[in-house]
């Protein structure tokens, strides 16, 4: 919302400055987003004289003026412009003043040898208007040395304030006026509208046509006829201020909607009554009318729009916009004026549908006044006598203009138990009253009555909200808020927002760098990645590669690994730690982590080094990721098993599973399978796993901190070595865990350290070596005993895995 | 053979097998000398030998000469030896030398980085943890109803369509599920779920389909919520500006509260932090600016009864700011679009190291 300081001053009696008033605007809610201040931004400019115009001795095109500015002496300006001559006045900028126009602080200049101090300016370099052609000519009377603006009355600062949706009655000056004439700024000026008496009765009647639950769709229509008008431009003063808010001015006729519209909230409508056919119609468009509208453009209509009709058609579209076919021009003689009430909610529907946005809809769907329906239209009426002249017919009202009383019974001590603000009863009850409502009742509960202006104040809250923000929210004192308990701060974090955190600095330690991807990502992507489900793709996507929820972190992390690689950066490691997306039901948003390595980007570092270049990733660093990340977040091993292959998004051989029991898979591990990462244009190697923390098996909740009780030999651990041939496709952890169960109560550990395949060892077996700590507890083993558990362990893994001892 | 001249002889075989210790250059040489000396049929144990041919005197007084050659040459041996042992270690050391200004390779908890949306996170749930805030958390896919309807947007309200909202298609009951555009909703399910008092804040992802230089499609929010039977607006005023001073780790903040709308407060009010904004960089406590940091207010009587709270026995407030925005102010990135690109450039710049944990204790920053 934007208007101009004098404009205020036409409903506000007010010697406040400019900068208090837009103090006070923000302080009341009504954000100051921008001051435009001509005379502040335009200061330098000043009106001077050309004494004496020369002929630049050495350009055809320039000229050597003589100025006086209304100092001592002369200026000398070397100037270009064809229009530059003696006796002339114009305006003068001297050197060190900006010129918005051009962008740029005047210099001293020698033009082609001839000094120039200053500028002679046209009305594009001070940015008032488009004309570029030549200097400014002012008038002979033209006082020298004033400042340009304060002579041409261009001076007038002009506000732009941010309104809030709630806040109808400040889309007009005349409310801002009395929003700021409450806070004390200055005295709200009363503008008595007396209707004018009809000459004649309305040769056109209005008819609401509507079923009986369509009806508050057009609750009330007014309409007047002014016969005889003489619609030209506008006066100067209003042409003005339309442009200071940056309406362009077109004729009387509309530039009088359009004040209107500004000066009280209060938007209108007028046709030229010879091109209406007939009487006029307010209904529900036909599905497929079509208007061509005031802005050159034709839109189709569907039943939700509420449009004015004549006997040939549609010629407005209520609330939004008019149409081209009735609207007014110079040629129009009988003008008929339009006040309408619309429903708030089908004007912003039907704006939004249509994709107009009005400075008509922009009031409507806020909700206007009722009570200044009629007003409106007899102000209206006003300006076009004022300015066109004409008779007025009888003002015809097609429905009912509705009287909402909305009476608030207001125990004030509300003021102090919402906000801790303790005010006198008096300067409450003064607040509400300067702002419009009525206060009954003399204790301290009172029956507040709401201003028909005031759609948005429904209850107590908002009474209070507007003593306080007229009394100033500045004058609430901070109160301490006492803690619930007097104890040392508790833990507040649950088990999963305490895991999220671990996880996050256990894969950072890791030398992995948390990304942040977007939550949705293509359909493609989503489905090749498991997801892609309808439910979970967005009806208005903002792109078309952000159309679906992404239903694992890795699309996301390898699409980055792939940017970065684009960029050079082929080593790198990223982790996400954030939700995805199974289905559409709250339980279906799960927390996952999720880290990828590529290229050389090993745990102890990337690329070529002196000591050794790092190799490949490959599938064992997302392992040791995920097992790293799993430590850091206490989830004990045992239990959990690591079952060879993965998701379709994996390596089939190079991938596993890990799972508590075949039921509770919490997550995969693997090299990425080489189809995606063709998918994806990525031509390095690319690992990673994902897990679902939500999924990892919550820690026993234990009744005591206590450490169970630590067993430690006095006897030395010794470590005996086997290997064995196994068929290739004998996972190690099956050989490992039956050496672990040949006997347990000596065993204290159980590696691989060597598999071998090649010369010696049959095709299709692999040779696994182990080595197998013992530790004894009781006393120090025998050759024998060594033997025998030994020969028990050989037994076991042969039983269970089809193993000979490598001889 | 005279006692004079036997003695001569002694002093000329101790000097003889001295200067051999000297001479030898290594342990075998050395052990060469010893055994030509002092061994079975070295030179000092062939003059030993003699002793038993002697008369008692003469064995007396030459058993002891020879006896103090005999000493003499051990000690200089050990000694010697010592010495070549020292000799030896620091040739070998010598030869062990390298260039230790050759360079290591990164470490691992040096290189990994915490992204600045989750170190801030980290930060304000020190800072709320300490004044009784719990976090909750919620379903970025909203119920309409969670995300408007309870929290007073009237349907077909204006205020609505400023959200920007991005819709899934209805389901076969007609429901249109939608990402929450703000973490509100989970203040309605806290509120459905938990009597008062209630204090939480609530962490989260948000969504609204806009995209701009200032704008993306995804963003993160921090809300707050008090209800119990007092907290007023003064109490609010409090804990934003407790919560500024500490997050800015400034001593001072002035803050403006400016009376603004939301559908699910009232009052409600946007704040400004005052700041400088001398050669490009925001400081906070200083200066003639102001900068927008968060909106708040009283939460309306309508939400509370739409979440079976009384609005005549319990009260309370609400708050809330973009998590990427106070990292941005308060670490200085100039541009939020890269907080989401991963560029591995930009988070190994604005990252943080692993171990550095933000606490009340140690300090929010390192």
Known sequence: ?????????????????????????????????????????????????????????????????????????????????????????????????????????????????????????????????????????????????EIYVEFAKLSDPVIEIGLTPNRPDATGVHGIARDLASAGIGKLKGHAIKPSEGKFPCPVSVTLDFADEDKHLAPAFALRMVRGVTNSTSPEWMQKRLRAIGLRPINALVDITNYVTFDRGRPLHVFDAAKVTGNLVVRRAKDGEKILALDGKTYELASETVVIADDKGVESIAGIMGGEESGCDESTKDVLIESALWDPMNIARSGRDLGIITDARYRFERGIDPAFCVPGAELATHLVMDLCGGEPSELIVAGEVPNPVNRIEFPLGEVERLTGLELPREEKIETLQKLGFTVEGTGNNVAVTVPTWRPDVEGKADLVEEVVRIAGVDRVASVPLARMEATVAKPILTVLQRRTSQARRALAAQGLVEAVNWSFISKDRAEMFGGGKPELALANPIASDLSDMRPSLMPGLVAAVGRNAD??????????????????????????????????????????????????????????????????????????????????????????????????????????????????????????????????????????????????????????????????????????????????????????????????????KKSVAISVTLQPREKTLTDAEIEAVAGKIVAEVTKKTGATLRG | MSDLESMSDLETLQSEILSAVAAASDEAALEAVRVGALGKKGTVSAKLATLGKMSPEERKTAGAAINVVKDTVTSAIANRRTVLKQIALEARLASETVDVTLPVREPAAATGRIHPISQVMDELAAIFADMGFSIAEGPDVEQDDYNFTKLNFPEGHPAREMHDTFFFNPDENGQRKLLRTHTSPVQVRTMLNQKPPIRVICPGRTYRCDSDQTHTPMFHQVEGLVIDKTAHLGNLKWILEEFCKAFFEVPNVTMRFRPSFFPFTEPSMEVDIQCSRKGGEIRFGEGEDWLEILGCGMVHANVLRNCGIDPDEYQGFAWGMGIDRIAMLKYGMPDLRPFFEADVRWLSHYGFRPLDLPTLAGGLTS
């Open chain 1, 1 to 145: 919302m934007k208007f101009t300081l004098s404009w205020l001053k036409d409903h506000l009696d007010t010697s406040a400055s400019l900068e208090e008033i837009c103090e006070a605007l923000t302080k009341i809610g009504l954000e100051v987003e921008s001051v435009d201040d001509p005379a502040a931004k335009l200061k330098d400019f000043i009106v001077a004289r050309v004494i004496e115009a020369k002929q630049h001795p050495d350009a055809d095109r320039l000229r050597v003026c003589m100025v006086d500015t209304g100092a001592k002496e002369p200026v000398q300006v070397v100037c270009g412009a064809p229009n530059a001559r003696t006796g002339m006045k114009g305006v003068f900028s001297p050197v060190g003043t900006y010129i918005p126009g051009k962008d740029m602080t005047l210099g001293k200049g020698v033009i082609r040898g001839v000094e120039s101090n200053g500028m002679l300016c046209s009305g594009a370099e001070m940015q008032l208007s488009d004309d570029h052609d030549g200097i400014l000519d002012l008038p002979e009377d033209a006082p020298v040395g």
């Open chain 1, 567 to 764: 960029r050079g950066y082929r080593d790198v490691g990223l982790f996400e730690v954030g939700q995805i997306f199974l289905g559409a039901g709250e339980r279906d948003q799960r927390q996952a982590a999720a880290a990828v390595r590529s290229g050389t980007a090993k745990l102890a570092g990337s690329g070529r080094h002196w000591a050794g270049a790092s190799k490949s990733i490959d599938v064992f660093d997302a392992k040791t990721d995920a097992m790293a990340m799993l430590g850091a977040l206490g989830v004990a091993a045992q239990g959990m098993a690591v079952v060879p292959g993965g998701p379709s998004w994996l390596h089939p051989g190079r991938s596993g599973t890990l799972q508590f029991g075949p039921k509770n898979i919490i997550g995969h591990f693997g090299e990425l399978h080489p189809a995606v990462l063709e998918a994806f244009d990525i031509d390095v190697p690319v690992c990673g796993f994902e897990i679902i923390l939500d999924a990892v098996p919550a820690p026993r909740a234990k009744p005591t901190k206590v450490k169970p009780k630590l067993d430690m030999s006095e006897f030395m651990a010794l470590e005996r070595d086997f290997a064995f041939i196994v068929d290739r496709s004998v996972n190690a952890a099956d050989i490992l865990r039956a050496a672990q169960s040949a006997e347990r109560s000596l065993l204290a550990g159980v590696n691989v350290f060597d598999i071998y395949e090649g010369t010696g060892i049959p095709e299709g």
